[in-house]
């Protein structure tokens, strides 16, 4: 009779039968007629091939068995987000990840109307070896005045960088017109292209933005009339990257999705003709704050060389020192550039160097909510003889030391030192202990007075940020040179943790 075997793995029944004399008699005679015309060499070759075809069957099987865990279920593999970012299932996850818990972060009103969504912080930055490591600017003065003089001659677009960002912006346009017909592209530069050191990739120094029709957006990404402008600017950004590195030519970087702007960093190569060395660009589809940066910075060196020249003074110190990647929660430079100007209003009890934005011609029409001009301007220009030097020191000594991040608000629309309104969402930073909380900065958007730019802070970003500052006022009460102050970060070495970049 048959015997039935029960497989433990499957659980299906297997009919095994009783082998037969006479059919093993057959299948012998069978093996022996197939050999006998064979001479020894072709024997061999035979035997060696049945011996390496076992064995690769053998390999293939335990490779089988060790993708199914004890239940008999398949193993998940590792897959990407949204951010491009790798994600380990929770089966795979080892018990170091217990040790450090995640920092949850909560906005909400003053009124507690609402709270958003939690989210935990990134992990701790790591150093990775490099070939080329980055060595802290030289100078060929020591006055400090005379060297930010000279970092600042190297620092500042030009006008040949302003050619390169729009030949940039028209090769794209021409790239993705045939995915996107009607589409605009405007690009700006924030500095010089042609000092890429430190973070240079991680935040660069271009931004370009399409700008499509909602209804061709919508028309174009097959999505409907009602959905989400976020998630049709990510389904077009995602399209137009796509074409852009297939056929225009560009190579991805990375994403940034989680931002209330979506954007991805692409790199224009050298081979372009653009630049002897490749450019870093950020990508993004209808965003509004590339050209909100570009009003402000311009219309601020209108009214006031200095505040331009500050603007970007600050904005190459936090890169270099590594505190204006906003990927890791730290202040983007649009963000740091808003913190420049409200120092040069309200300074040190001194007349304001730069008026409320409601006095900027070109910027205050860019407001979501525009103040009536009920009276007319009072603001004259600063009487203050102070260099561009004097001014970084008393700023950093301002959010050091004066400026209470906790209690008061950054509003260039106010343009005075006070507590946030009620309109204004608070930042609740919860600690890793999950216990201890900080309200986090206020800092409002300049055109949308609803909004606080300071949001995608954590605990991690906001202990470095006051890390950098104090460090900075040191340096610069005991007179240190600019080399030193702008000599570049590096995170600790530990090779136990992997960083997310």
């Not at 005045?145 to 970092?151: C, F, K, N």
């Not at 660069?204 to 933005?209: A, L, T």
């Not at 852009?244 to 224009?268: C, D, Q």
């Not at 309200?346 to 910027?363: C, I, R, S, T, W």
Request: with cysteine.
């Amino acid at each position: 009779m048959a015997s039935v075997m029960k497989s433990p793995s499957s659980g299906l029944n297997i009919l095994t039968k009783p082998k037969d004399a006479t059919s093993l008699g057959l299948l012998v005679a069978a093996v022996v007629c197939a050999i006998i015309p064979l001479d020894i060499s072709q024997l061999m070759f035979a035997i060696a091939g049945a011996i390496g075809f076992s064995v690769v069957q053998i390999l293939q099987s335990k490779a089988r068995s060790n993708s199914f865990d004890g239940h008999g279920k398949k193993m998940p593999s590792p897959a990407y987000n949204g951010d491009n970012k790798r994600t380990t299932p929770k089966s795979m996850k080892t018990l170091g990840a217990h040790s450090q818990a995640p920092q949850r972060q909560q906005t909400k009103n003053t009124n507690n109307s609402h709270l958003g969504a939690a989210r935990p912080a990134s992990q701790p930055d790591v150093r990775k070896p490099s070939n080329v490591p980055i060595l802290a600017p030289t100078f060929t003065t020591t006055d400090w005045d005379s060297q930010i003089s000279e970092l600042l001659v190297t620092i500042s677009p030009t006008t040949d960088d302003d050619r390169i960002v729009a030949k940039l912006a028209r090769r794209i346009e021409t790239a993705i017109q045939p995915l996107i017909p009607g589409v605009e592209v405007v690009g700006c530069a924030s500095g010089s292209l042609g000092r890429n050191k430190a973070f240079g990739v991680a935040v660069p120094e271009v931004d370009i933005v399409a700008n499509i029709s909602p209804s061709v957006l919508v028309s174009r990404m097959g999505h409907a009339k009602n959905s989400d402008a976020r998630k049709l600017r990510k389904s077009a950004i995602r399209a137009c990257t796509e074409c852009l590195v297939s056929s225009g030519g560009f190579k991805f970087r990375r994403s940034a999705f989680r931002g209330e702007e979506p954007k991805v960093t692409l790199l224009a190569p050298a081979s372009f003709g653009l630049s002897g060395d490749a450019i870093p660009i950020d990508f993004s589809v209808n965003a509004a704050s590339p050209l909100q940066n570009a009003a402000l910075l311009t219309e601020c060196g209108q009214m006031e060389p200095r505040a331009r020249a500050l603007i970007l003074l600050i904005k190459r110190w936090t890169k270099d020192r590594g505190i204006c990647h906003a990927a890791k929660g730290h202040l983007a430079p649009y963000v740091w550039g808003i913190l420049s100007i409200f120092f040069l209003q309200v300074g040190n009890g001194e007349e304001p160097y730069l008026p409320k934005l409601q006095d900027f011609k070109m910027a205050s029409g860019l407001m979501k909510h525009p103040v009536s001009a009920s009276k007319p301007s009072t603001w004259t220009q600063a009487t203050s003889k102070k260099t561009v030097g004097t001014l970084f020191k008393e700023f950093i000594h301002f959010y050091n030391t004066e400026f209470d991040w906790r209690t008061e608000v950054v509003s260039i629309r106010a343009g005075s030192r006070q507590k946030p309104g009620i309109n204004m969402p608070l930042h609740v930073i919860v600690h890793d202990d999950g216990q201890t909380t900080e309200v986090g900065p206020s800092i409002e958007d300049p055109f949308d007075e609803l909004k606080n730019l300071a949001t995608c802070t954590h605990a991690t970003s906001l202990l470095r940020l006051r890390e950098e500052l104090a460090r900075a006022d040191k340096l610069n009460s005991e007179g240190a040179s600019l080399a030193n102050l702008l000599e570049p970060w590096a995170p600790p070495e530990s090779p136990a943790l992997v960083s997310e970049e």
